[in-house]
């Protein structure tokens, strides 16, 4: 299955979509193009055909262990963009997708995501542990590539409204802005959990109101991984807990979340 997009075929949205595709890197989080058709309609437009992605956050993050791999790829691939010297410039957890398919290995409907593909039936995801699951940055439409070496300010009151230096007027780090946009994903997504206090420290330091108090994308990197250095592994299967979630919900998703974990080291056992 594909998605397709039409696009402008002005601007650096083609040639960044391009060269994303044909570097093999490990680091590439980015959405790999298939190909660039003409539009039959307009000779403007161009068809950007991809791979069908679902978002990111749906189904919801349920382990310790999602959001750190998710945290994993989404600043490794936000490395990657930065060493090519360019600048996403519209971050957001719509713009960052993933391949379901290991959570849904019969599919689902592409727009009734939680049906089956003929749309007939209720399907569920299975969980994410255990699964490779990839996660991509996806949208160009806004970025910026930079020749080495060259400024990388910019103007244009463009992408997230929660970053706080965009401006029509004063020139602005279109990197430092990934950066916060990044930020803003983290918070908005696990802030709401109880047990996820250990991203505090990283998230305060991509969020900060001055962009040049910022971390680069190679230090948040270096942070996470010391940060992650000191997660127990075995908290990685461990619910993740709503700060809205009441006590005695709390005492049956816990039961049921130990059961859970005592299955899994049986099974580990037994083979």
């Known amino acids: 299955m594909v998605a397709i997009k039409s696009f402008v075929r002005q601007g650096q949205e083609e040639q960044i979509a391009q060269f994303f595709a ?24 161009g068809l950007m055909v991809m791979p069908y992605l679902r978002p990111c956050n749906n189904p919801d993050f349920t382990t310790v262990g999602d959001v750190v791999e ?37 599919g689902h409907h592409p727009v009734r995501l939680g049906s089956t593909p003929d749309a007939l039936y209720p399907v569920s995801a299975l969980p994410r542990a255990g699964r490779s699951v ?3 940055y996806i949208d160009f439409g806004l970025s910026s590539w930079f020749t080495p070496g060259s400024s990388s300010l910019v103007i244009g009151d463009v992408g997230r409204a929660e970053v706080p230096e965009l401006s029509d007027t004063v020139p602005y780090d279109a990197f430092k802005v990934d950066i916060y946009a990044l930020g803003e994903v983290y918070h908005e997504e696990f802030e709401k959990y109880k047990n996820t206090d250990f991203l505090l420290p990283l998230v305060e330091q991509l969020r900060r109101v001055q962009p040049e108090q910022r971390l680069t994308a190679a230090q948040a990197l270096r942070e996470w991984q010391r940060i ?11 619910r993740l807990v709503p700060k809205s979630e009441q006590a005695i919900e709390r005492v049956v998703n816990d039961t049921v979340a130990v059961a859970w974990e005592g299955i899994y080291h049986l099974k580990k056992l037994v083979m």
């Open 134 to 136: 990839q996660y991509f």
């Open 70 to 106: 998710f945290v994993d790829q989404t600043l490794e691939g936000l490395v990657f963009m930065h060493d090519h010297n360019i600048a996403h410039r519209d971050i957001a957890t719509a713009n960052i997708m993933m391949d379901a398919r290991p959570l849904y290995p019969n």
């Open 228 to 238: 992650r250095a000191t997660i127990n592994d075995s908290l990685f299967r461990w």
């Open 22 to 45: 044909s570097v093999r890197d490990s680091r590439n989080h980015c959405v790999r193009i298939h190909e660039i058709l003409p539009d039959p309609l307009d000779t403007r437009l």
